[in-house]
């Protein structure tokens, strides 16, 4: 049976029927009509679906709607950089200045991940490490990893002034 | 006679090339500009042809005809299409008669039209043209040869509309138009009067079609060409609103996906629990598609969202029959392949020293990170298609055909591609789209799972490459290379039905695509004496589903051959490099490996375990040298990630390109570095292993593509100067080198050469394979608390 959801989507809060069981994924390309989630695989492998929840990276493939708690933040690329009160994160801009992208299919997902990886680094006390980027699951096909590499050290120096 | 003008100066590198027989192909070509009857300015261009030389010409060795003019070639009767519009708001417009997918051809069009216009590369807007028809092969996005074949006549069109919109400035401003200048889509006369872009569109307009005189820039005038540009859409990627087919918001086209078969190509015989499944939640169609050489087919579901299709997909319970690769596994096809490879021919020098070896590369994947998807609308004898699509004319006149419609009732929207790697250049997904909407008569938006599209999916033939090199003394007597493989499909012909048509007659896209494209790509580029390279192909082209993923033959080819490199120098005693110098028979390939070699240090003292490699490698009207280095130490090979296999690391790549004129060489970095990450994957990792007819691997976490813990950490691309003015292709220019180069590394490293690629495909599984009934995997669920 269908049941209502609400959360806190992007800064808003929005409300959706449909069952518990359908993955949060669906719920925002499908039925709310966000988009920057991409689809890459369904199984919590490549990750291009990552966005976050209360400011941690999640993945909303792997999470069902009904496990979303109402006042849950669930911020997706567009919601990015209003989360630092800019018209771009300082990744984001990070992204354009050193041309990561080709086809830019995986790189919402890329961004994002990279967003939670830094604040979760700086959390730690220390600066982010070539270790550090090589946790990073999230798939690329065009091969953008090393522009990804520099991109997130230069937004990481960015983010800590 | 409006020709492109003879060269004024040394510095006029582009239409020297267009001028020199030494460019091959493009000294027969002249451009013809026209002003085409519109409300405002539209410039356009023409390629024209001498009759004698419009049809495919006869193949020639690589060196004075390769791919690249061929594919130019069969593009010059129809290229008077292209055209170039000024808007209102100044802006400029062009419908790309190609695909994007990454490459970046919409930003190199785009800088070559605003230099061309004296524009701000923001006021023009690329979009992707809908499949035309009229266009025939000029509408085909393969072989790296977009650039190649599509930039000269977009400047031409460029410089169209300029010239006439300095022509309508006279009436605005007086004089003549030579004595305006243009800067940032403003005109300007001596006495500082000035009109812009905008406010001439509609002034300049023609009421009838007309030629055009135009005169191209000289290299020396062009601001952007040739200068780093970053990407036209970044901003639209970094903030999620880059439009992908599936972002598309085509009325009542719900999410639809197919129950796939167990084995490659099964055909679902009856569905036992259609009823139950068609009530489960969300869902409002189950349906049989039938297989068909064009429709992959299954049972398709359609629902509100695609979770719920993955749901009832898992749910039915189907007969199926078995597919067109029977219960065959890796092991049978090398046994096939072995049987059919050609016989090497006796030594020309019997008392030559020799060395032979036969090399195998396994299956991979062409799976880009957007899996195959469509939208269709067929209703009321029309259909209508949005999809990422390399040969749209095909697109729309073989569903036309497989539907029963008329060409001109099929509308085909190309969209913006998540990547390729050749999947594109087939519509898989857009016949099966058209075949589900016609059967169910609805809208349909239909995706494929990525376990689907990983294992019924387009992958490189597997195929095997055995070499024999035999010198004498310092030299290298001959080289024979014998290339046996599981026929590649080429059943897209170029891109329209008549070619595509032609591909699936009997023998047809072996002996007709198969080996026209081999003898026009590969190449063994030392002096090497007589050398033979030849082609074999086993099975139909349809019996694998394949494709030609990621540069086809060239990869294996070259790695083949630098790995015969380095042990002919070794058995002559000679350092790698400087082998590969003395043999070398290009100059362009000369001066991109001495850059590797000076910027990569080569021969620099490296710790046990680890080493340097080299290769090279000439396609696309390019050349391209690469030096990596590799680390195969115990600690590091056996670094543990969850899920992950790690194995040795790539720790440095140097990359050298000459892509005779590289447009944009941002975007040249780019892709090059690409095609690094593809080599590297494609050498040590990434395959797909075949077992009792069925693909084993479901996800990335079983494919093992390059993952940023097998990235280096230290990589660089080098743009060489301008060398012949045209820009040649890069597309797929850096996967070649690049796995040559690890191969050649890894044998240095490890004092073992490898014969079977990727290095680990041998080892055992990594993995625990996905079922294959249900054929869905359900996605982890760990993560999140």
Redesign the interface.
């Known amino acids: 049976?269908?049941t209502k959801h609400t959360f806190i989507l992007n800064g808003k809060r929005v409300h959706v029927e449909?069952?518990g069981?359908?993955?949060l994924?669906?719920?925002l390309?499908?039925?709310l009509?966000v988009?920057?989630?991409?689809?890459?695989?369904?199984?919590?492998?490549?990750k291009?679906c990552t966005s976050h929840?209360n400011g941690k990276a999640?993945?909303p493939?792997?999470?069902?709607v009904s496990?979303i708690k109402r006042d849950d933040e669930i911020t997706?690329?567009?919601g990015l950089?209003a989360t630092v009160g800019k018209d771009?994160h300082p990744m984001?801009q990070a992204?354009?200045d050193v041309?990561v992208?080709?086809?830019?299919?995986?790189?919402?997902g890329q961004?994002m991940t990279a967003v939670a990886l830094v604040n979760e680094v700086r959390a730690k006390g220390r600066n982010i490490t070539?270790a550090d980027?090589?946790?990073?699951?999230?798939?690329?096909?065009?091969?953008?990893?090393?522009?990804?590499?520099e991109a997130i050290m230069l937004a990481a120096a960015e983010m800590s002034r | 006679m409006f020709e492109v003008r003879r060269p004024q100066g040394a510095e006029d590198d582009d239409v020297t090339a267009a001028a020199s027989p030494a460019a091959g192909g493009l000294s027969r070509r002249r451009f013809l500009g026209y002003l085409i009857a519109a409300p405002t300015v539209v410039g356009a261009a023409q390629l024209f042809v001498e009759p004698a030389q419009a049809s495919i010409p006869t193949v020639q060795p690589v060196d004075s005809y390769d791919l690249s003019d061929l594919l130019t070639d069969s593009t010059l009767a129809t290229s008077g299409l292209i055209t170039v519009a000024v808007n209102r708001d100044g802006t400029v417009s062009f419908a790309l008669p190609r695909a994007e997918v990454g490459q970046g051809i919409t930003t190199a069009v785009a800088m070559a039209i605003a230099d061309e216009m004296d524009l701000a590369l923001d006021k023009v807007n690329i979009t992707l043209l809908d499949a035309a028809p009229a266009l025939v092969y000029n509408q085909f996005t393969g072989g790296s040869n977009s650039m190649h074949a599509i930039y000269t006549p977009v400047r031409v069109a460029a410089a169209v509309a300029r010239g006439q919109l300095l022509q309508a400035a006279t009436g605005v401003l007086g004089g003549l138009p030579s004595d305006f200048s243009v800067r940032n889509a403003v005109i300007t006369a001596p006495d500082g009067r000035s009109a812009t872009f905008g406010s001439l569109a509609e002034k300049g307009a023609v009421s009838k079609t007309t030629r055009a005189h135009f005169q191209l820039k000289a290299r020396s005038q062009l601001r952007l060409v040739g200068s780093p540009q970053g990407r036209i859409d970044a901003l639209a990627i970094v903030t999620g609103s880059k439009q992908f087919a599936m972002d598309l918001d085509v009325p009542g086209a719900l999410p639809t996906m197919l129950c796939r078969p167990p084995t490659i190509n099964g055909t679902a015989l009856a569905v036992h629990n259609l009823a139950q499944v068609q009530a489960m939640p969300g869902i409002t169609d189950v349906a049989i598609i039938p297989h068909t050489s064009k429709v992959p087919g299954g049972v398709a579901v359609r629902g509100e969202t695609f979770g719920q299709c993955i749901d009832a997909i898992d749910a039915l319970k189907v007969t199926w029959a078995p597919g067109s690769v029977g219960g065959r596994s890796d092991r049978d096809v090398l046994a096939d392949l072995a049987q059919a490879a050609p016989a090497l021919t006796p030594p020309i020098d019997p008392t030559a020293n020799s060395l032979e070896q036969v090399f195998t590369f396994y299956f991979r994947a062409g799976d880009p990170l957007e899996t195959n998807c469509a939208i269709a609308d067929v209703a009321g004898g029309k259909a209508e298609i949005w999809s990422s699509l390399k040969s749209p004319i095909w697109t729309q006149e073989q569903i036309a055909q497989n539907l029963g419609l008329q060409v001109a009732d099929v509308t085909v929207h190309v969209t913006q591609g998540g990547g390729s790697f050749g999947r594109h250049l087939f519509s898989d997904a857009a016949f099966e789209a058209a075949a589900v909407s016609q059967r169910l008569g609805k809208p349909v938006k239909l995706m494929w799972h990525r376990t689907d599209n990983f294992r019924q999916g387009r992958v490189h033939p597997m195929c095997t490459s055995r070499v024999r090199l035999t010198y004498s003394g310092a030299n290298v007597v001959s080289f024979d290379q014998r290339h046996t493989s599981v026929a590649t499909d080429f059943s897209m012909g170029f891109g329209e039905i008549l070619s595509a048509m032609a591909a699936t007659l009997p023998d047809a896209n072996s002996l007709g695509y198969s080996e026209l494209v081999f003898t026009l790509t590969q190449n063994v580029p030392y002096n090497f004496g007589v050398v033979t390279q030849l082609l074999n192909e086993i099975y139909d082209y349809d019996t694998f589903n394949t494709g030609s993923v990621r540069n086809i033959y060239s990869p294996d080819v070259t790695t083949a051959t630098e790995l015969m490199v380095d042990q002919a120098a070794k058995a002559m005693g000679q350092d790698p490099y400087q082998f590969r110098r003395s043999f070398v028979r290009d100059s362009r390939l000369l001066a991109v490996l001495d850059k590797v070699a000076q910027v990569g240090k080569w021969g620099r003292s490296m710790a046990p375990g680890t080493a340097q490699g080299i290769g090279i490698h000439r396609e696309y009207k390019s050349a391209a040298a690469c030096l990596v280095e590799i680390d195969c130490r115990r600690a590091t090979v056996n670094r543990k990630v969850k899920d992950g296999y790690t194995g040795p690391r790539v720790t440095k790549v140097i990359c050298a390109v000459d892509a005779g004129l590289a447009i944009n060489p941002l975007g040249l970095q780019a892709q090059m570095m690409g095609g690094a990450m593809d080599g590297i994957a494609q050498a040590l990792t990434y395959s797909m292993h075949l077992e009792n007819g069925a693909f084993l691997e479901g996800s990335w976490d079983n494919a093992y593509y390059t993952r940023q813990w097998n990235t280096p950490p230290d990589v660089e691309v080098i743009v060489m100067p301008p060398s012949t003015g045209q820009p040649g292709g890069a597309g797929e220019l850096g996967v070649a080198p690049t796995m040559a180069a690890v191969a050649c590394a890894y044998a240095r490293a490890t004092g073992t050469v490898p014969t079977s690629f990727p290095i680990n495909h041998n080892d055992p599984l990594g993995f625990t394979p996905y079922p294959t009934v249900p054929p869905l995997p359900e996605s982890k669920t760990d993560d999140f608390s």
């Open positions: 049976m269908p449909c069952e069981t359908v993955r994924l669906w719920v390309r499908d039925l009509g988009h920057g989630p991409k689809y890459g695989c369904g199984l919590d492998v490549c291009a929840v999640f993945h493939c792997s999470v069902s496990e997706t690329i567009e950089a771009l984001q992204w354009i041309d992208a080709q086809c830019g299919y995986c790189q919402p961004i070539e980027l090589d946790t990073i699951r999230n798939v690329c096909r065009c091969g953008t990893y090393p522009r990804i590499r």
